[in-house]
T-cell receptor, first 112, second 113 residues
Framework: DTAVSQTPKYLVTQMGNDKSIKCEQNLGHDTMYWYKQDSKKFLKIMFSYNNKELIINETVPNRFSPKSPDKAHLNLHINSLELGDSAVYFC???????????FGSGTRLTVV | SQQGEEDPQALSIQEGENATMNCSYKTSINNLQWYRQNSGRGLVHLILIRSNEREKHSGRLRVTLDTSKKSSSLLITASRAADTASYFCATDAENTGFQKLVFGTGTRLLVSP
């Protein structure tokens, strides 16, 4: 009965590989997000989707491609992984404006 | 650019003491939110205060908002060891047409038994 679930929790991969992170929410929220948290705990928004439509794309390299097959899912595909992509990636969802976000538990990506 | 700056960066107190964290931001906002992050976990929403509100309470949490100074504070009263975590403020900027939370730098709180 987890509200926002991400898989995998940990991902270790070599430079140049392509990987995906999946996110699902069962809250019925309309909007979903991807955030990146770096080693200094700085959280930066990457993407936001509202009812499967992209509404925020924050100067993220085009190696990162989000996909939302329906409003309950927002997956993140990363091509040609680089060392600098190592971080914790968080998925979140919210219902409408002026609402709190519900976060997933994060995916720790390590690129070696 | 980073919207919120938090102060202090780290705070160490004893159980039972109060903890106060401050957040400053740069642009007009719809609302300001506070989140807690335990080590290795996701963020948990604590409280939301709207731009037309000045103070809000939730259990042992008290949040104030001063839009003229573009600042907010989070007070945790009678702290417990379980309150040990990082605390982030996040602002939802006005007039963007959609909700987009921008997070501050965070305050690491350590509550010792």
């Amino acid at each position: 009965d987890t509200a926002v679930s991400q898989t995998p929790k940990y991902l270790v991969t070599q430079m140049g590989n392509d990987k995906s992170i999946k996110c699902e929410q069962n809250l019925g929220h309309d909007t979903m997000y991807w955030y990146k948290q770096d080693s200094k705990k700085f959280l930066k928004i990457m993407f936001s989707y509202n009812n499967k439509e992209l509404i925020i794309n924050e100067t993220v390299p085009n190696r990162f491609s989000p996909k939302s097959p329906d409003k309950a899912h927002l997956n993140l595909h990363i091509n040609s992984l680089e060392l600098g992509d190592s971080a914790v990636y968080f998925c979140a969802s919210s219902q409408g404006p002026q609402g709190g976000y519900t976060f997933g538990s994060g995916t720790r990506l390590t690129v070696v | 650019s980073q919207q919120g700056e938090e102060d202090p960066q780290a705070l160490s107190i004893q159980e039972g003491e109060n903890a106060t964290m401050n957040c400053s931001y740069k642009t007009s906002i719809n609302n300001l939110q506070w989140y807690r992050q335990n080590s290795g976990r996701g963020l948990v929403h604590l409280i939301l205060i709207r731009s037309n509100e000045r103070e809000k309470h939730s259990g042992r949490l008290r949040v104030t908002l001063d839009t003229s100074k573009k600042s907010s504070s989070l007070l945790i009263t009678a702290s417990r060891a379980a309150d040990t975590a990082s605390y982030f403020c996040a602002t939802d900027a006005e007039n963007t047409g959609f909700q987009k939370l921008v997070f501050g730098t965070g305050t690491r709180l350590l509550v010792s038994p």
